[in-house]
C-alpha cells in the first residue's frame, strides 16, 4: 500500500513539472525599427558650411546698362558662329526648370527666359539653337567660371558675395523665402519649425538663413529642392525652406502641402554670365527689357504662380 | 571444419576469456569487481596466449580480421560521405549559388531597368516595364531559394534578413515614382533616385555578400570533395603491410610459401587499394576541373555581368539624374573598368577569356568583349550628346530598343554573350561533378567485400596453420 502512494506520488510530481511555463514564446524574425530611405546625399548632421559673408557691401540689384548690338568679334557674335547657345539650368524644379515627365522636355520659367536669349541672339526661336545642361545649384558658379556655359539661369539669386565671381544681368523676378509644411501639421511661421527638422538644399541661399534663424530649425541638406519635397511627403522632416518661386513649383505637385509664414529675405534672381563677358550682361539685360514688358505677365500666368505668390509685377530694372 | 570455428571463435572475439587463473569467479556476485578487473585480466591473458605459438598465431589472427573490419568500416564511411558531398554538390549547392547569382543579376537588372521605364513612357517603356517586374519576380523567388539554404550560416541569415526586409520598400519606392511621374510631377524622378540610392546602398551589397557567401561554401565544398582519403588510405596501407608482415612469419616459422588464405586476403586488400587509389584520383580531377573550368568560370562571368549591370544602371541614371550625373558617370567608368579593364581586354572579361581559353564558353567571352567594345564606343557617343546639350538625342541613343545601334542593342548583346557563356560553364560543371561522383558509385560497396574477403581470409588463413599444432 505505502508502495502504491509513493509511485502515484512521483508520477504526479512528473506531470506538474511537465505543466510549469516554458519561458516565452520565441519570435521567429525580430524587427525592431524600421528606418526609411533617404535621397542619396541627404546631410541629417545639422551642419551647415556657412559661405564666409566678408564680401564687401553692393546693391546687387544694379546691373550693365542693356545693349543689343551683336558687333563681330562678340560674346554673342561667337555663339551665333557656333550655332548654338549654352545654357546652365535646372531640369527638377518644377514651374521653373523640369523635364516634363510626359515629354521629357525641357520647361519653366527660367526655360522660357533662356528661349527669349537664344530668339534674341539668333534672330528666331529655334529648338536646335539651345543645349541645356543641367547643373546643381553647386555647380552653378564652377561652370561659369570654367566657360562651360554662356548662361546660368536657374533661380539664381544675385549677391555680393557671387558677385566676386560671376556677373549677373539686371533682376528678372523677386522672390521671398518662406516655409513649406504640411497642411495638417497647423504650422504658421518659421518661429514654429524651431527644433524641427526643416529642409534646403546645399549651397544656396537659402540654408544659410535656416542657420539664422531664431528659435534654430535643425537643418537638413539635400543635393536637390525636389529630394526636400520627397523628405516633406515621407514625414522625415517638418518643413521646407527655399524661395516661395519654387514652393509654388512643390504645392502644385502635392496639393496637401502650403507656403506658409513672412518673407524671411528677398531674392533677386538673374541671370548668371561668366564674370568678364560684359557684352553679354549688356545683350541679356535689352533680352530681359522686352522680356518684362512683353512677355512676363503672360509667362507668370502660364505657370499658374499667382496661385502661391499673388499678383505679381515685373521688377523694375537698376542699372548703374 | 565448423566446430573448430566455433571452438575458437569466442576466443577471437574476447582474447581475455581465454585461459584464465582457476578459482578465480566470472561474472558472478561479484561482477562489477570483475568489471574493474577486466583490462588487467586481459593484458595477463594476452601475454600469456602471445607466450606460446598457437596462442600468437591467434592473436595475429584475431588482429588481422580486426583491422580488416576496421579499413572496410572506415572505407565505407568515408567514401560514402565523399560521394554524398559530389552529389550535394551538384543538387544542393550549385543550385543555391546560381539562386544567390539570380537574386544579385535580377536586382541589378532591376536597377538598370527601373531608370529607363522613368525615360521613355511610350511602347518602349512598357517593354521595360514587363522586363522590370520580371526582375523583381525573379529576384523574389530566387530570394526564397536562397533563403530556405541560409539557414545554420549566420552571414547569409543576415544577408537575406537585409533583402527581405528592403525590396518590398524599394519596389514601393519605384511605384511612387512612377505613379508621379504619370500625373506629371517631377518629383517622380527624385523617388526613382531614392529608390536607386536603397538600391545600391543596402540591397546590392547584400545580395553581393550572399553571392559571395555562396560561391565560398561551393568552393569549399569542391576541395572537400577533392581532397586525398588519408584515413582509408593508411588504414588499408597498414593492413597490406601487415598481412605481408604475418605471411614472412609465418614462412620462417613453418617454412611454407604460401598460405592461401592470406595470399587471397592480401591480393583482395591490394585490389582495394589500387582500386580506390584510382578511382579517387580520377575523380578528384573530375570535381577540380568541374571547378576550374566549370564553377569558376561560371563566378567570373557572373561578376562580369553584374558589372555591366552596374554599368548600364549608371549610363540611364546619369541621364535621369538632374544635373548631379557626373557621380554616376563616374561610377560606370568604375564599373567599365571592372567588366573589361582600360584597354576593353583586361578586367572580368579577360580574366574569363583567359580561364575558358580551349572550353566551349570561350567563344562567348570572345563575343562578349566585342560586345562590351561596341557598347563603351556608343556610351561615347551617349556621353558627348548630352554634355554638347542633345539630351534628347542622347537619351534616344541610350535607350531605343530598335535597331543594332543604340547601347541597349549592345548592352543586350554582351548580357546575352555572357548569360550563355554562365550556361556553358554550369553545364561543365554539372558534367564533370556527374561524372566523378559515377567514378564513386561502386567503391564504397566493393571496398566493403574486398575488406570481408580480406578479414576471412586472415582467419581461415591462420586457422589452417593453427590446425597443425593439434
Request: aromatic share 6%; charged share 20%; net charge negative.
Amino acid at each position: 500500500m505505502k508502495r502504491w502512494t509513493w509511485l502515484a506520488g512521483a508520477l504526479v510530481a512528473t506531470l506538474v513539472a511537465g505543466c510549469g511555463s516554458a519561458g516565452t514564446p520565441v519570435d521567429p524574425a525580430p524587427v525592431g525599427s524600421v528606418q526609411r530611405p533617404m535621397p542619396g546625399g541627404t546631410d541629417v548632421s545639422g551642419k551647415i558650411e556657412q559661405g564666409g559673408s566678408d564680401a564687401p557691401n553692393c546693391n546687387p540689384q544694379q546691373s550693365l546698362r542693356p545693349d543689343d548690338s551683336m558687333p563681330p568679334g562678340s560674346t554673342m557674335d561667337n555663339i551665333k558662329k557656333r550655332g548654338y547657345l549654352i545654357a546652365g539650368v535646372d531640369q527638377a524644379t518644377n514651374l521653373w526648370g523640369f523635364r516634363n515627365p510626359h515629354t521629357g522636355e525641357l520647361e519653366g520659367f527660367d526655360i522660357d527666359v533662356v528661349k527669349e536669349i537664344a530668339h534674341d541672339i539668333f534672330g528666331s526661336y529655334d529648338p536646335n539653337t539651345i543645349r541645356f545642361k543641367a547643373i546643381n545649384s553647386s555647380e552653378r558658379e564652377t561652370v561659369l567660371a570654367s566657360g562651360d556655359v554662356d548662361v546660368v539661369v536657374r533661380t539664381y539669386s544675385v549677391t555680393c558675395e557671387r558677385l566676386q565671381k560671376v556677373a549677373f544681368s539686371s533682376v528678372y523676378f523677386e522672390a521671398a523665402q518662406r516655409v513649406l509644411v504640411t497642411e495638417k501639421s497647423g504650422i504658421e511661421n518659421i518661429a514654429q519649425l524651431g527644433g524641427k527638422k526643416v529642409c534646403a538644399a546645399g549651397s544656396s541661399t537659402s540654408v544659410n538663413r535656416l542657420a539664422e534663424a531664431k528659435p534654430k530649425p535643425e537643418p537638413v541638406v539635400t543635393n536637390n529642392w525636389t529630394d526636400c519635397l520627397v523628405l516633406l511627403q515621407q514625414g522625415q522632416v517638418a518643413g521646407v525652406s527655399t524661395d516661395d518661386t519654387i514652393l509654388a513649383g512643390m504645392t502644385e505637385e502635392d496639393p496637401a502641402t502650403r507656403v506658409v509664414g513672412p518673407q524671411l529675405s528677398e531674392e533677386l534672381y538673374g541671370v548668371g554670365v561668366p564674370k568678364g563677358n560684359e557684352d553679354m550682361v549688356r545683350f541679356v539685360n535689352a533680352t530681359l527689357e522686352d522680356f518684362r514688358k512683353n512677355m512676363w505677365r503672360d509667362r507668370f500666368r502660364h505657370w499658374g504662380l499667382q496661385r502661391v505668390l499673388g499678383d505679381l509685377t515685373p521688377p523694375q530694372p537698376q542699372y548703374r | 571444419m565448423t566446430s573448430t570455428v566455433t571452438r575458437h571463435g569466442p576466443e577471437v572475439q574476447q582474447p581475455e576469456s581465454g585461459p584464465e587463473p582457476a578459482g578465480e569467479p566470472r561474472g558472478g556476485r561479484s561482477g562489477f569487481a570483475w568489471l574493474v578487473r577486466l583490462p588487467s585480466a586481459a593484458v595477463r591473458g594476452l601475454r600469456r596466449s602471445a607466450a606460446t605459438t598457437p596462442g600468437r598465431l591467434t592473436l595475429i589472427s584475431a588482429g588481422l580480421a580486426l583491422l580488416a573490419l576496421l579499413v572496410g568500416t572506415v572505407a565505407g564511411a568515408e567514401l560514402g560521405e565523399r560521394k554524398a558531398t559530389i552529389d550535394g554538390l551538384v543538387d544542393h549547392r550549385e543550385p543555391l549559388t546560381a539562386a544567390a547569382q539570380e537574386v544579385y543579376r535580377s536586382l541589378s537588372d532591376a536597377d538598370a531597368t527601373a531608370a529607363g521605364t522613368l525615360l521613355n513612357a511610350d511602347s518602349e517603356g512598357i517593354a521595360l516595364r514587363d522586363r522590370y517586374d520580371l526582375d523583381v519576380a525573379r529576384a523574389g523567388a530566387a530570394l526564397a531559394k536562397a533563403a530556405s539554404a541560409s539557414a545554420g550560416n549566420p552571414a547569409a541569415v543576415a544577408q537575406v534578413d537585409v533583402l527581405s526586409r528592403q525590396l518590398p520598400v524599394y519596389t514601393g519606392l519605384v511605384e511612387t515614382a512612377r505613379t508621379n511621374s504619370r500625373q506629371g510631377n517631377p518629383v517622380g524622378a527624385a523617388y526613382l533616385a531614392e529608390a536607386s540610392q536603397l538600391m545600391r546602398s543596402e540591397i546590392l551589397p547584400a545580395a553581393k555578400n550572399l553571392y559571395e557567401i555562396e560561391v565560398e561554401r561551393l568552393a569549399d565544398e569542391q576541395d572537400d570533395a577533392a581532397s586525398v582519403p588519408w584515413l582509408t588510405g593508411l588504414l588499408a596501407l597498414a593492413l597490406l603491410a601487415a598481412l605481408i608482415v604475418t605471411q614472412v612469419h609465418l614462412k620462417r616459422r613453418t617454412n611454407r610459401v604460401f598460405n592461401v588464405g592470406l595470399v587471397v586476403a592480401t591480393v583482395a586488400v591490394g585490389l582495394a587499394v589500387l582500386w580506390s587509389a584510382v578511382a579517387v584520383t580520377i575523380q578528384s580531377v573530375l570535381v577540380s576541373s568541374g571547378q576550374s573550368s566549370g564553377s569558376e568560370q561560371t563566378d567570373v562571368m557572373v561578376r562580369a555581368r553584374i558589372a555591366a549591370l552596374q554599368a548600364r544602371a549608371d549610363e540611364t541614371l546619369t541621364l535621369l539624374a538632374r544635373g548631379n550625373g557626373t557621380a554616376y558617370e563616374e561610377e560606370y567608368q568604375a564599373s567599365i573598368q571592372r567588366l573589361s579593364g582600360g584597354n576593353g581586354q583586361g578586367g572580368f572579361l579577360g580574366e574569363a577569356r583567359d580561364g575558358t581559353e580551349g572550353l566551349s564558353a570561350a567563344d562567348h567571352v570572345d563575343a562578349a568583349i566585342r560586345s562590351a567594345g561596341a557598347w563603351r564606343e556608343v556610351h561615347g557617343q551617349v556621353r558627348n550628346l548630352d554634355n554638347g546639350g542633345r539630351y534628347e538625342d542622347a537619351v534616344e541613343l541610350a535607350i531605343q530598343t530598335e535597331g543594332d545601334e543604340g547601347a541597349t542593342a549592345a548592352f543586350t548583346r554582351l548580357d546575352g554573350d555572357l548569360a550563355r557563356g554562365i550556361a556553358d560553364s554550369r553545364q561543365l560543371f554539372l558534367d564533370d561533378t556527374t561524372n566523378g561522383s559515377r567514378v564513386l558509385t561502386l567503391l564504397s560497396p566493393g571496398f566493403a567485400v574486398l575488406s570481408l574477403v580480406a578479414m576471412l581470409g586472415s582467419i581461415l588463413g591462420i586457422r589452417e596453420r593453427l590446425r597443425e599444432y593439434r
